[in-house]
């Protein structure tokens, strides 16, 4: 499967991006970003959403967006009574890109923000975010947005719960999940994971997807199968230059998606 990391990397640099400086302006066609002011818990949690709307047929990319997928990014500098953001992803998609595996959403994302103030009062929000964007070309774009999130907001802004009511499920909330992982060497200094996710089915064609919580380590598209009420994904994970590495079970973190639904798993035992 290592080979699968340079045939990736060959083809994600034939893909077709954009060759000619595309001016900010033009952007407006392709995306455009509100960030949506939402509402106040009882908690103090100010819970809003950066809302993109992609030109028909335009895709943008999930956390963990494949082989052939930009990660985003996100910065919050500039802004007031702020102590920290969470992003709540709904669930993505996953669709075929120049013939490899890509995760995210096509047409629109209302992404949903938690927001915690330093204290209570409005928090003054600043946001920059680095995204990749896909049709018949890929383009990488950074785009901005802002806005006041006033304290005594509390009606409910449905676009906003919708996509709440659209993350992945927790183990507890499908009944119980769990994972057990093998951890192997592979070829030319990867390790070989196996997981055995017991859980009930998420539904037809069900994608595993692996992330590390290292932005250095690489993981292959997982091979999937199910043997009755267990769903076994296996993998290669490499270090990106090549290092010796050791893989922490607990901040591995497993991501199903089914056509029914999407669960997500931490961590995972032996």
Request: charged share 20%; aromatic share 6%; with cysteine.
């Amino acid at each position: 499967m290592i080979r699968i990391l340079f045939l990736a990397i060959a083809l994600i640099a034939a893909m077709p991006f954009a060759s000619t400086p595309v001016r900010a302006g033009e952007f407006d066609n392709i995306v455009r970003a509100e960030l949506r002011p939402g509402w106040r818990r009882a908690d103090g949690t100010h819970i809003a959403a950066l809302h993109l709307t992609l030109a028909p047929g335009w895709k943008t990319y999930w956390r963990a967006p494949g082989d052939a997928g930009i990660p985003p990014e996100f910065g919050w500098r500039g802004s007031r009574n702020l102590a920290g953001v969470s992003i709540i992803w709904p669930r993505p998609d996953v669709f075929d890109q120049a013939g490899m595996r890509a995760i995210g959403y096509t047409d629109e994302l209302v992404l949903p923000l938690a927001i915690r103030p330093e204290r209570n009062g409005d928090v003054l929000l600043e946001g920059d975010m680095q995204l990749g964007i896909c049709k018949d070309v890929c383009l990488p774009h950074a785009l901005s947005f802002s806005g006041r999130l006033d304290a005594g907001m509390t009606e409910r802004d449905p676009r906003i719960a919708a996509a709440l009511s659209d993350r992945p499920f927790s183990a507890s909330e499908v009944g119980g999940a769990s994972v057990h992982c093998d951890i192997a060497p592979g070829n030319n200094g990867a390790l070989r994971l196996t997981a055995k996710i017991d859980m009930a089915s998420a539904g037809n064609s069900e994608e595993v997807v692996v992330e590390t919580g290292n932005p250095f380590l690489w993981v292959a598209e997982p091979e999937s199968r199910r043997d009755g009420g267990t769903l076994i994904a296996s993998t290669e994970i490499v270090h990106m230059e090549r290092k010796p590495f050791a893989l922490d079970r607990g901040s591995l973190t497993f991501t199903v998606l089914g056509t029914r639904q999407a669960v997500e798993l931490s961590g995972c035992t032996r």
